[in-house]
């Protein structure tokens, strides 16, 4: 491989001269995107056994971990707004509980843990642009034998709506509690009861109180990215082919340890970082200020310099 060759990585100014040619990619154009940071209150947990004894017994109810395992999406056109779309996303979010609850001897104990799932919506607003035209494709990604449903060997890569893309970090369980969840009644044509009335009427049948089962509730924490995209045909700078450089490292079963060799020691394990070893904010606020104190005397002993 020639040395001059520019490799995959940061480039100088050097390596812009060595651009070759101007390539014309397809590739999935950001029309436009937006971040989101929601907060999902008390939303409650659909759990796929049956552990109604248990949330009557628990005293305390915590949340291990949250998954986001499924997300549908459809759009909708803004009316009187081209090229705008409201973006409908629903998530589906598996959670896995813990009960703590005592024994007929009075101890504490810890289930084990429980299935559940939230269910989480929002409708968001982008701009996805219009296009009037079907993109065909001899290979599609979900269809690996080339062929549709009908035998034909294209299949629809794109139609004239914008695809959605969503990006999510996995959740934070920030809280968990087993509560009674009252369901609002309906009235007739729409209408809701009014709390009073409810207050005075409710849990209430054939003369005799009752109150609805316990749930769980939980509290999570969610960071997502929102983006409506297109296909597109994008004239870029191209420098060459992008060779690999290097050769794979595998171990065998006749010297497992020649993987081992290439892994470095884990110092940080044994040596956890310091507070100013992490980005906190404040440290960076702090730096910042020094910096600009420290240019402002720079430029005064300039002055005072050329003053001379």
């Given at each position: 491989m020639r040395k001059e060759q520019v490799v995959a990585g940061l480039i100088d100014g050097e390596d812009i001269c060595k651009l070759r040619e101007a390539v014309c990619v397809q590739v999935e154009k950001v029309y436009d995107h937006c971040?989101?940071?929601?907060?999902?209150?008390?939303?409650?947990?659909?759990?796929?056994?049956?552990?109604?004894?248990?949330?009557?017994?628990?005293?305390?109810?915590?949340?291990?971990?949250?998954?986001?395992?499924?997300?549908?999406?459809?759009?909708?056109?803004v009316p009187f707004k081209k090229g705008f779309f409201t973006v409908n996303v629903r998530y589906k979010i598996k959670v896995r509980v813990e009960f703590t609850h005592r024994d007929q001897f009075g101890n504490m104990c810890i289930s084990?843990?429980?299935?559940?799932?939230?269910?989480?919506?929002?409708?968001?607003?982008?701009?996805?642009?219009?296009?009037?035209?079907?993109?065909?494709?001899?290979?599609?990604?979900?269809?690996?034998?080339?062929?549709?449903?009908?035998?034909?060997?294209?299949?629809?890569?794109?139609?004239?709506?914008?695809?959605?893309?969503?990006?999510?970090?996995?959740?934070?369980?920030?809280?968990?509690?087993?509560?009674?969840?009252?369901c609002s009644p309906v009235r007739p044509f729409g209408g809701d009861y009014d709390d009073e009335d409810d207050d005075n009427r409710d849990n209430v049948v054939a003369g005799r109180r009752f109150f609805p089962p316990k749930q769980v509730v939980v509290t999570l924490g969610l960071f997502s990215i929102i983006k409506l995209t297109r296909l597109v045909q994008l004239l870029i700078p191209a420098f060459d082919f992008c060779i690999p450089t290097r050769e794979c490292i595998a171990a065998t079963d006749e010297n497992p340890c020649d993987l081992f060799e290439t892994i470095e020691f884990p110092f940080d394990q044994f040596f956890p970082p310091q507070i100013f070893d992490f980005p906190v904010e404040e440290a960076e606020e702090e730096r910042d200020k020094k910096k600009r104190e420290r240019e402002e005397?720079?430029?005064?002993?300039?002055?005072?310099r050329r003053r001379r």
């Open positions: 971040r989101e940071k929601d907060c999902i209150e008390d939303a409650v947990v659909d759990f796929v056994d049956d552990v109604q004894n248990l949330i009557d017994r628990a005293v305390k109810v915590r949340v291990k971990d949250a998954e986001v395992v499924k997300i549908f999406t459809d759009l909708d056109d084990d843990t429980r299935v559940g799932f939230v269910w989480f919506s929002k409708t968001v607003i982008l701009f996805g642009s219009e296009g009037q035209v079907k993109i065909f494709s001899s290979i599609d990604p979900l269809n690996y034998h080339g062929q549709d449903e009908d035998g034909c060997n294209a299949t629809i890569q794109q139609d004239n709506l914008p695809n959605v893309k969503v990006e999510v970090a996995e959740p934070l369980a920030l809280n968990a509690q087993i509560k009674r969840v009252h005397r720079e430029e005064i002993d300039d002055d005072r």
